[in-house]
Structure formats: C-alpha cells, structure tokens
C-alpha cells in the first residue's frame, strides 16, 4: 500500500501540469475560434496536384 | 416581393437568391453564362474568378446560404492617416499590426477566400481570420501597401471591414472575469482531488497508517486554493472593513482562515483527537466563486455607451483652405474653420451653413424620422447625417462643445450619480454576518471552560455552517437563470441586477418617435374627389414617387405596394422635383402633382375646397398632408403620419390597469404627442424637450419617490435611459441607446416589455424563497454546531445540500413562460 506515498503526490503534479497548460492555451488564444481552425484545415490548395 | 417571385427565373450564382425577370445582371465567367440578383454579387463574383479564386464556391458548405455583399465602409482613406491608426495598431513603425472587424463572413469558406486573397497583396505579412468573433488579425508593412487598399480589396470580394480597437473593446470587465475564471478553475482542481482524500479519511484511512500522509495532502492542496482561489474574499473583507461596511466577504474570510489555520495546527502538531477540514475550505472557495462569476458576467458594461457615442463623431473632416480641400482629422478643427461636408456623410462638427442646400437627417438627436431641410444660415450639429447636398459649413464649436459632447457629458453624469442597485440580499447581509460573528465568539465561550480545542471546534463549525454559500448563490443563481430565459424570448437582460428593481416600478415613461410608434411616415387617411377611385390616384401618384428620395414619397409607395398595385410598370415622363415643394410628372400623357398646396397653386391649380377643408382638419390631428393632382384638378389628400406600434394598445392597457402611471416624453411637436396619447386612451404628455430635458424628467420623478423604468431607443434617449432605474431599449435603435440600457427587447416587441415585468417579479419572488431558504437551513444547523453537535461528516454533507436546494429553486424559473410562444 505504500505505493499511495508517490501515486497520490503524482495525480496532484500532474493535475498541476495540465491546469498550467490550461492557463497558457487560454491566455494565448487556443480557444479563441473554435470553429475556424477547425475548418481551416481542411481547406488547403492542393487542387492542382490531384489526380 | 410574392408577385415578384412568380416571375423569378434562377437564383444568383453569387448569394443563391432568386433573380427577378427583368433585372439583367450577367457575367461570362469559364466561358459559363452566369446570372446575378444585383450589381453587388455580379461585381464580387466576377473579382473573385479574376483573381482565381473560384474554389470558394466548392468550399461553401452545402446549405450555406450566402448573403449579398454588404455595403463597403466609406472614407476609408482616413485610416491611411498615422494619426487615426494610432488608436488601432499595436506596432508603430512600417510593421504594423491592426484588427479589423468584418462584415459578411458567414462560413468556413470565407475564412479561406479571405486570408488567400489577402495574402496575394503585397506587403501583407499574417492574415489570420476569427471565424468566431468575424475579425482579421492583419499585419502589413506600411512601406509597400497602404491600409486603406487593404480594405478595398476585402471590399472587392464582397466584404466590408472597419478597424477594431481590441484594447477598448474588451475591456477590463472582461478581463477580470477571465482570472476569476482561472481562480475557479484551480478551486475546482484542488477540490476534486480534496473530494477522494476526504471520502478516504471517511471510509477509515483516518484511523491507519495513512492518516498523517492524507493530512499532509489535503495541506499541500489547501494552501494555493486559500491563497490565490480565496484572494478575492481576502481583498473583499479587508476593503469593506476599511471602508467601514460588514460584507459577505468578511465572515467567508474568517470562516475559511480560521478552518484553514484549524486544520493546519492539527496537521503540525499530529493531534489526534481534533479532524482536518481543508475539504471544506476548498468546498467554499468553490462554490462561492461559480456564484461570484455568474454575478460578474452580468455586470453592466456602462463604459461602452461613451465609447459608442464618442464613435458617433467623424474622425476626419474635409476642411476648405485656400480654396483647396485638405482632409483634417476631426480634433485639429477650430472654431472659425470652414468645413465641406459632402451629400452622405456625417456633420464632424457643430456649425452654421455658408453654402450650399441639404436634407440633413437629425433623427439621433430630435428622434424625428424625416430629414430636416438646411440652407445658408441654418444650423447643423456634430453626429446628424448630411443626406442630399453638399454643405459649407463654418465651424461655431468643435470637439468637447458640441452637442453630441454634451449628451456624452450628460450620460457620464448620469452613470457617475445614479444610486448603485439595493440588492435584497445585500440589505441583509450585515446584520447576517454580525449575528453570525457573535454567535461564534459565544460558542467559543461557553465551550472554553470544557476545553479550548473543543471551543475552537465549535465556533468553527458554527462559522462554516452558516454556510453564505446559500445566501451568496441566491442571487446570482436566479439572475442567471431568469437572463436565459429572457434571451431566448427576445429579452436581453445586460444587467441582471435590474431584474429586482423592475418588478417596483411605479412609473413608466415612453419615448414616441421609434418607442410607441413605428418611427416611419406612413399613409394614415386619403381622401378623394368623388367620382375617382382611390387606388387609380394611389398607382399614378406612387408610380411618380418612386423617383423621389423623400420621406413622403416612400409612405406613398409602401401604400401602393401593401394594396397590391401594379404601379412599376407605369411609364413616367419628364419627372422633377422641387426640394421643399413637390414633385411633377406626365403619365399617360396626364400631368400629375404632389406636393404641398402651395405647389398646386404655383402651378396653376385651384385647389378643390372640399379637400382643402379635410386637409385643414388632418393637420389639426398632426399629421402632414400631400396633395395631389391629376390633369389640372385637385383630385385627392394623403395623410401621413407615424402609425403606432401594433402591440403599443395592449402594453398601455396592461400597465394601466396595473395602476403604473405612464409618461409620453417626444422631442417633437406637442400636437404630434398630444394625439399620439390620445389614440393610447391618454396619458400625460412632455414634448418638445431637449435631450438634456429628458435626463432631468426622469430625475424629478424619482425625486417624488417613484421607480422609473423608461422605454426609449435614440441617442437622445441615452442619459435618460441610464438615469432611470431602469433603462429599456428596443433592439432596432441606435447602438449608444442598447449600450445604455440595463434591457434590451430584440425583434422590437414592445409587448415583451410585460413579460420582462412578469420574469422580474418571478425572479424576485425566487431570490426572496432562496433567502427563506437559507435561513431555514441555518435556523436547524447553527444551534446543533454551537451545541458542538455538528460532526465533519454532517457539515460535509449539508453543505452542498443547501446550495443545490438554491440552485434547483433558481432553475425552477424556467419553466415560467412555457404558455408563451418564444
């Protein structure tokens, strides 16, 4: 059982790790247009190169 | 339009409407004939395969449809000028970065069509499309292309952009609100993990091995939440305190500090009789915090209602000197100055005509819906709009004196003095938190003698028990509720608060122009020679008109048009206007006249003595009358005048039966008010009154102890509308009167001013049972916590009770309007 020693530590770091990343998406607009990017990337200009 | 879609023979390649027969806009593009419903969508259509980048057309979503291109800004040559694009880039130098806010984007396409077609400009360094917020991020290099042909080129592929101070716009409101969201978020973070450690302790861990490592995490958790989740109470507490007031902060900060510093001696000292409750600290941080924010998203953004005021003033004037015209940015102009203001622009500033004849449109500031005619020595005032002539114009003030900076000044006045809403829960909040504060510290004495660590157990629980969480969600969580259902029955609720307040108001005051009537001139009576129809005058006269820009000329069309008749394909000869007279025309051979009888005299005619006399008694009732003649006889008299509202009848009758005394305030003439009252079953009247005058209307009213809510939608409206306690625009006014008001009515229905009272009574009915509430919870807990009764496990478990109890009765008021159509 002495494992809870480093498991429950781990779950909270982690946890920190993804509240950061959160903070830093949020504050550099990752979530600023939803819907655009997801378009965008299906847009490209390969027209000419396909068969 | 139905008679016209009979005839409609494909839709437009560009936007997919239908293309009436007989417009002929065509376009040979890839050898494909292609047809247009208007001038836009053929010229943009046609840019868009010039510059090749018909694959648009395959990346529009089926089933989008597109819009025609909307108008593109004028004078965008002013944005070239360092000094007007100074307050939108970011980066001075040849690099510049600007935001621009974008009209016409309606799909992912346009997202593609944009930033491609931007990127083949030179000079162009990021085009980055928000498909959300419809703005282009958009950095240029100022050496090899110019802003202003930037935009023309969105201009040509169909989209209209404007440049978009982001700073401003979003605001500090908004950014406060996004660190409390933050702060939400790691409360809730630590709270979830706290939730596991606790039901572990719970379900036996308490007794074991783990006991003390459990303790330790619950502080490792604790600590950060108390000090950047909680920092807002802290702050909260300390300033309310300085400022001499008891706040909900304070006994939340003492609960959680003492809670925390508790839990923490018995962590260090491995006590172990005493129980932690960093769950608990977190618990409330939490559920406080989801509270706090929903409150602050319905903050009323006053600041705005300047900002777009401010933007009602040109930025840039066309100044004459030396005979040369020289573009001058609008705080450079002194009085004195001679300024040309061409036919469609904005008045930059306040003055006296020198030259020239107009129609200058005044609507934002008298809220009267027809032009006002200008010649030599008229006066003209900063923010009207010049419709058909160019003027010259010498400047009598500029800037901070003019008109438009006087109802600037006016709202800040009335933002400055307005009394802050008395929230019901914030009246009893500081007797709340003083009883709490005593019988803590009376617990604590009673239980000292026994033992101190009990003492201090018990007065805990008694402060944790008390749980403001209840008491502090009771408002917000009704607000929040009540705003959406308003917003999805066209109510826009932009200040939650005033949702209390409208359910106490004795006193309704309406503007009339664009309020209670329709805003528009309209045919109210015609009346006719005997022996000629009506509808035969109606097609000749509306078959003249459409030639005629003016106000009286489209009430006589949408006449013609609303009885079906066939009057476009009348042949017209010869057509002439004279301003301030009338217009003339041959149809079928026959001279026809409009005007003012004046004019039929002018050109020969007698005037027919029986219309004469109904004219004289038509305009006894306000309303203006045109006269026409066909051949060389007087034949028949149209009436206008500003219809009222369909739905205006019923909300009068409503409110008044309510017993809500009601006041008509117009900027117009007071016979036009007086009968506008009169066909509303009477109620009393202000006319003529200055914008200014409105503001001090609604103050007296509210000096004699009234509740005023006033109902308007010009810019001339806005001071009163913040003054009021509580302001309500119409969703189709101006943008400075929506930005004022604390509600907002969407699709014009003035009869949804009813159901905002119906909702605000509810709401109010609802935050009043969730105080009872909370009350009832506390009269059964704090006794048992000062009996030292309470043990964790309870305290843990009702806690969240009472608050979900609070937030099942808030979202009971949905269910409110299920009898009404949304």
Redesign the interface.
Known sequence: ?SV??SL??G??FL??VF?VI??WA?KHGQY?????D???I??D?D?DMMP | MNQQNAHSTCNCFHCGLPVYAGTSYHALLEGAERDFCCLGCQSVCTAIFEAGLQ?YYQ?TPEGVLLAPPPEPPRDIDIYDLDEVQQEFITRSGDLRDIHLLVEGIHC??C??LIE?ALQREPGVLLAN?????RRIHLRWDNKLNKLSSLIRALARIGYSAVPYDQENAEGVIKKSN?SML?RL??AG?AMM?LIW?SIALYSGADKGE?RE?FYW?GF??ATPTLLYSGYPFYRGAIGGLRAGRLTMDLPIAIGLSVTYAYSTYITVTANRIGAVYFDTVTNLIFVILIGRYLEGMFRHQALSATRRLTELQPRVATVMQDGKEQITPTRAIRPGDHVLIKPGYKVPVDGIVLEGQSAVDESMLSGESAPVSKSAGAKVTSGTVNSNGALLVEVSSALQDTTLAKIIRLVEEAQASKAPIQRLADTIVPWFVLVTLICAALTFLIWYGKSFELALMAATSVLIITCPCALGMATPMSVAVASGLGARHGILIRNGLVLETLSRVTHFVFDKTGTLTEGKMSVAVMRSVSGIEIPEILRSAAAVERYSEHAAARAIIAEAEMRQLNFRNVAVQGFHATAGLGVQAQVDGKTVLLGSLEWLTRNGINPDAGLQAQALELEAQAMSCVHCALGAAHVAVFALADRLRGDAQQLVNELRAAGIAMTLLSGDRRAVAESIARQLGGMEVIAEVLPQDKDRVIQRLQQSGAVVAMVGDGVNDAPALIRADVGIALGSGTDVSVESADIVLMHNGLDKVRLATLLSRRTLRTIKQNIGLSFIYNVIMVPLAMMARVDPLVAAITMPISSLVVIGNAARIRNLFNHEKP
């Open positions: 059982m809870i020693y429950i530590p779950m909270m946890g920190l509240f959160m903070i949020v600023e247009d939803m819907e655009g997801a378009n965008r299906l847009q200009d027209e | 694959g990346r992912p396409a997202v593609w491609r499309v928000n498909l959300a917020a996004r933050f978020f790691f973070f993990n450690i783990f490592f995490m490792v958790l």
